[in-house]
């Protein structure tokens, strides 16, 4: 049986038969909202399309990379001409190189670049980069950040562990589990008792550069650079995660945003999703003395059999070159429209929101004001997302099925795909409306 030939229930039972949870990634099954997984068969600009041929309008674009919408001519031209090529040679190509240099154009404090094959691998590295430069162990992350699911950056992490109201994940050794302090995001007071405490252990602070996985939160002007500070002026490092905001939320990404140089400046940061166009391709980037602390040239271990994958680097290079400042003004656009619309159809129903924003990344959450904390967005109104998320997939728009998770819009997202998420709403925010706790 092919998937065409099977209605969308029918594939999930034989999933679950196959895969735990029918599922490769949590935040895909339908955890907190209930009901089946949407199958896909193909996606295409604004558009993704089930295997029983229903079409709706994405927000969800691959989690972030889909930045100029699915399947891309460009994109795909090149991809196909990279494949008839090789599709992996484990030696250098010029493609890496034209890639990594494109990375230090945009973001020049990323004065060398390595690239990996996923956002986890790339901060999982950047942790052991740090821990390397700096011969300590201590990291400190922020309380619902999430940077990937390796062992040390898995405690207090949001993303699907916040859909699925997880604590961290068993398995993690309590040795590495207490290498890892937790503290509450945009708490000065908090970081500066952290190093006052273990000052002379902490390797580095690692932050979303917008945190966007307990929904979003636009960072605090400052905070960001007093982080860097404290960290330098303890010796330790700071990493800005920007595996979802990186060439998304600003040509520059987040740091384009806060334009950070010296002390305020972060000294490694992480890229994924936007950088490797759909294909499985991450970076990481930083000061050139620390980056030359990596292998072959420094006593830092790191390595990959499909890093810098041809296929993937003709992606990224590909996306990246088309993203220009028009690119950016339409998914601003985009974002206008679609948070307007939003906002007017809750106001109408008397439904209590806030829609946070950096760039044309956004979430929702149901509650007074913008979460700033964990804590704060796990008080919101949650029960009313599962209507409201199920009322919009009914109306053709394919959503995060987590208010813990951003919104993503594509520079594809024309004025006809913007008209069919408009339409949406309306009976959406009814939903929500009369939602009941519990
Ligand atoms: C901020 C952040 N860092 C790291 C990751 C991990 O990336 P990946 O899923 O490619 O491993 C993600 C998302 O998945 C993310 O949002
Ligand atoms: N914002 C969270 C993610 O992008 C995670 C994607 C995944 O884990 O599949």
Do not use: C
């Not at 089930?50 to 972030?64: F, H, I, K, N, P």
């Not at 980069?129 to 309380?143: P, V």
């Not at 209590?352 to 950096?358: D, L, N, Q, T």
Request: charged share 20%; no cysteine.
């Amino acid at each position: 049986m092919t998937e065409q030939q099977t209605t969308n229930d029918a594939l999930f039972d034989r999933a679950k038969g196959a895969i735990p949870g029918g599922v490769n990634s949590p935040v895909r099954a339908f955890g907190s909202v209930g009901g089946t997984p949407r199958f896909i068969r193909s996606a295409s600009g604004p558009y993704i399309t089930d295997v029983e041929g229903v079409e709706r309008v994405d927000l969800v674009a691959s989690w972030g990379p889909a930045l100029l919408g699915h399947a891309h001519p460009a994109i795909v031209q090149a991809v196909q001409e990279a494949a008839s090529r090789g599709l992996s040679f484990g030696a250098p190509t010029g493609g890496e190189v034209d890639l990594a240099e494109e990375i230090t154009r945009r973001v020049p404090i990323a004065e060398r670049v390595r690239l990996v094959s996923t956002g986890t691998e790339a901060t999982m590295t950047a942790i052991r980069l740090a821990r390397g430069a700096t011969g300590r162990d201590l990291l400190i992350k922020f309380d619902g950040h999430y940077h990937g699911h390796s062992d040390a950056l898995l405690v207090a992490a949001g993303s699907g562990l916040a859909t699925l109201a997880m604590p961290g994940s068993s398995g993690i050794p309590d040795a590495i589990a207490h290498t890892t302090i937790v503290l509450p995001y945009d708490d000065e007071h908090a970081v500066e008792a952290a190093f006052a405490e273990h000052g002379d252990r902490i390797a580095a602070i690692i932050v979303e550069a917008a945190p966007a996985n307990i929904g979003l939160i636009a960072p605090r002007p400052g905070f960001h650079a007093f982080l860097a500070r404290t960290a330098h002026a303890h010796g330790a490092l700071l990493i800005s995660d920007e595996v979802l905001t990186g060439f998304r939320v600003h040509p520059s990404g987040m740091w384009g945003i806060e334009g950070t140089t010296g002390d305020d400046a972060p000294d490694i940061l992480t890229f994924g999703k936007v950088v490797g166009g759909g294909m499985p391709l991450a970076a990481l980037g930083g000061r050139r003395d620390v980056m030359d602390l990596l292998a072959p040239l420094g006593p830092v271990y790191q390595a990959g059999t499909l890093s810098g994958n041809p296929l993937a680097v003709a992606a990224g290079l590909t996306q990246l070159r088309l993203a220009d400042d028009a690119v950016y003004a339409r998914l601003d656009e985009v974002a206008d429209a679609i948070t307007a619309g939003l906002s007017d159809a809750l106001t109408a129903e008397g439904v209590e929101h806030a829609i946070p924003r950096v760039g044309s990344l956004f979430s929702l959450a149901f509650a007074a004001s913008a979460p700033r904390t964990y804590d704060d967005a796990k008080a919101q109104a949650i029960f009313r997302h599962a209507p409201f998320f199920h009322a919009m997939l009914d109306g053709g728009v394919a959503l995060p099925p987590s208010l813990f998770e951003s919104w993503f819009v594509t520079a594809s997202h024309d004025d006809a795909a913007i008209e069919r998420v408009l339409a949406a709403l309306p009976a959406a925010a009814r939903a929500a409306a009369a939602a009941q706790p519990g």
